[in-house]
């Protein structure tokens, strides 16, 4: 007998409970055998793909002929099927839409079963299942019995269509949105290729660059080195520390850090930041950079600190067109984790513009660039949040 419940939001015209079941009583686990290194020497046109790489691009390709053979000799998926990653990256799955290629050994499962299930709505249980007993240290797995035992909450048929319809749908507008701001991250750093090496020029400037280093267009500063017992849960001021500059942001991420509370008026005035200040990584990932928009923030030691004599966001685009990363990277030094110094961060050199007016112009060009990438990543930032909480009241 199995136990009868109900999702939190429905679709209309649904009013029957929903039942439980394991998936083993659904289905069972299908499987690729390995192909052998040698086999795989056989090269042709047919893409052969291993864990981890399946959905993306292919490890290499494998003769029409081998493929055959395997695909006669061994279980093999078909069109629709959901294939799941069950070592290392647990869970990724992608849609077999039937076209020739070959998936290596047991490391990638899918659930043959009947047609009680669409596998639209399986793929969204399948995106929000929490596996039960992995196996291993530091590579996990999941093993055909844990994925058997699953428990799963299913309605009737025309409901799962229905659901598996929305989030369809609801996927491809976070796919559409998410290629939006690859493509304009693309165009940007395209863009300050073209601008920084000159190929590109501000209409009506024809000035010659030239060469300054860093610590002639800003001051370099760095934080106070706070201890552990100065910071308390619900203090004023956030500090910022390499941990708060990110890759992907323009901006300083203000959602993760300590917090103090009581400061001197002197440790204000030397590090509490201001808007338009620069922020640059020292240890770690060094040289990434973040620009400061919000207020109560103060930095902690470690973190580089410029602040513009003249054009603050053209400073900021011109340390992010890839030479100040790699210059960076080459001169810092340490173990394990990596290290720079203020001075290392003084002394880069670059080009810029010996006209102030050009400055001006190339970092409100990508300032508002900036904006509007910032706009897109929050509108997917959104999507991705809606669809997690429809997921948790569509699902049981």
Same mark, same amino acid.
């Given at each position: 007998m199995t136990d009868k419940t109900m999702p939190a939001l429905r679709f209309r015209g649904f009013y029957d409970a929903w039942e439980q079941r394991k998936l083993g009583d659904l289905g069972s686990v299908e499987m690729n055998k390995r192909?052998? $290194?040698?086999?795989? +020497?056989?090269i042709g046109d047919v893409p052969f793909y291993k864990i981890g790489t399946f959905g993306s691009m292919p490890n290499a390709f494998i003769s029409r002929k081998l493929f055959?053979?395997? $695909?006669?000799?061994? +279980?093999?998926?078909?069109?629709g099927d959901l294939l799941i990653s069950a070592s290392g990256s647990i869970g990724k799955i992608v849609e077999y839409k039937g076209a020739d290629e070959y998936f290596q050994d047991s490391n990638i499962v899918w659930l043959?079963?009947?047609?009680?299930l669409i596998n639209s709505f399986l793929k969204q249980f399948y995106n929000i299942v929490k596996w039960q007993g992995l196996e291993g240290s530091t590579i996990k797995r999941l093993y055909n019995k844990t994925i058997l035992e699953t428990q799963i909450n299913i309605p009737h048929r025309n409901e799962q269509i229905k659901i598996g319809s929305f989030f369809k749908q609801l996927d491809n507008l976070i796919t559409q949105n998410e290629h939006k701001v690859d493509l304009l991250k693309q165009l940007k750093q395209a863009y300050l290729q073209?601008?920084?090496?000159?190929e590109l020029r501000v209409a009506g400037f024809k000035d010659d660059w030239e060469e300054r280093k860093l610590g002639e267009l800003a001051s370099?500063?760095?934080?106070?080195p706070f201890k552990n017992e100065d910071f308390v849960a619900n203090g004023k001021y956030l500090v910022i520390t390499n941990g708060n500059?990110?890759?992907d942001s323009s901006v300083v991420d203000v959602l993760l850090g300590n917090r103090i509370d009581d400061i001197s008026d002197e440790i204000k005035e030397r590090y509490y930041l201001n808007k338009n200040d620069i922020l640059v990584t020292m240890d770690g990932t060094v040289g990434r950079t973040a620009k400061v928009v919000d207020d109560n923030l103060i930095l902690a030691q470690r973190v580089?600190?410029?602040?513009?004599?003249t054009n603050p966001e053209f400073v900021y685009q011109w340390l992010n067109h890839g030479s100040f990363f790699n210059e960076m990277t080459k001169v810092s030094h340490g173990g394990t984790i990596k290290h720079i110094s203020l001075n290392e961060i003084s002394n880069y050199r670059s080009t810029v513009p010996s006209n102030n007016i050009e400055q001006q112009k190339i970092g409100a060009f990508f300032k508002q660039l900036d904006i509007t990438i910032d706009l897109h990543q929050q509108k997917l930032d959104l999507l991705k949040k809606q669809k997690q909480a429809y997921l948790q009241k569509m699902f049981i």
């Open positions: 192909i052998f $290194k040698e086999e795989t +020497s056989e055959q053979e395997y $695909k006669d000799k061994y +279980s093999y998926p078909e069109k043959k079963h009947d047609n009680r073209k601008i920084f090496s000159q370099v500063l760095t934080g106070f500059i990110q890759n580089g600190r410029l602040v513009s004599n």
